[in-house]
């Protein structure tokens, strides 16, 4: 570990100096790329350099220790600095350890989330709804922006499915463990006889891509046009504004009718189909690295029944690792880093232990 931390060390500052280049100006995608690179490296040397000074403050203890003699004061002195370091040292190697692991390529991106009403008819809807508020309140709160892209609601005020996206620093890699079934148990708003159903509503992250890096040929797509509406079939426009794309290929079909404009309910199809696309294509690669994909906690698979979301008890069980809190209300106003927080400290301990195998 601590040679590829020193080729690391080295890289950083060839960095530092290839950036300062004025010739680099001349070049802005390399320069970017090389900004990127950097950025990327700094956790990891920062997190180095003070391992390398706390092993250093380690030695400097040991030979004050040596050197004490039958001074008390100083041997206790030496001692405790020699403790404290090396308890630094020990914790910022964990800490390195984890910086080194392979990291996830779109964790750095923005989201586009889809949630679908599943079981439970208009009580699902109503809480897909529920959902669609606790993640925008989540994204506000880390001054993420969100942008409705498409939805299709109910006369009750739920969503049979809604599409929007969440753009900001890392999104991806907090919200990717939200993919899967939410399975909710409560008294609905529906029923007059004070019974507990159970319902469900699938969630889909997907990290957004741009047409650079996933380009889908014109001749593949076939563009329909149609009146948007809004819950039971009111005209929201009396024009032909809503897009219908269909991906001849895969037979993959999106459609968008949030905004008045063709133009722009065309482009944020578009951004949804390059999404779904380009999670087909992660999926085939994850399929052939089987054993990284077991280390993982679950980040993908919309059949898997992630979580219960228990009205009566106030309660959320996370099914993947076993967490239950009884914060249900809070949890649903946007107070996810508890759970989430759980969720990457465990999907890192076991990447970590299937590394270390």
Known sequence: MLEKLERLADRYDELGELLSSPT????????AALAKEQSELQPIIAAYRRYSAAQQAAADARDLLGDAGGDAELRALAQEELASSRAESERLEEELRLLLLPKDENDSRSVIMEIRAGAGGEEAALFAASLYRMYTMYADARGWKTE??????????????????IDGEGAFSRLKYESGVHRVQRVPETESQGRVHTS????????EVDDVELTIDPKDLRIDTFRSSGAGGQHINKTSSAIRVTHLPTGMV??????????KNKDKALRVLRSRLFEIEQRKRDDAIAAERRSQVGTGDRSERIRTYNF?????????????????????????????DALITTDQANKLANAEA
Request: glycine share 6%.
């Open 200 to 207: 469900t509503v699938t969630v889909a992250v997907l990290p």
């Open 24 to 31: 680099l100006y001349d070049d802005p995608p390399r320069a």
């Open 312 to 340: 009566p008890e106030n309660r959320i069980s996370e099914h993947r690792i076993k967490l239950t809190l009884y914060k249900l209300d809070s949890f649903l106003n946007g107070d996810l880093d508890e759970v989430l």
């Open 254 to 263: 999106v459609e968008c009718q949030d905004e008045r404009s063709q133009f």
């Open 148 to 165: 409705r892209i498409g939805q299709s609601e109910t006369e009750l005020g739920g969503f049979k499915e809604i599409t929007f996206s």
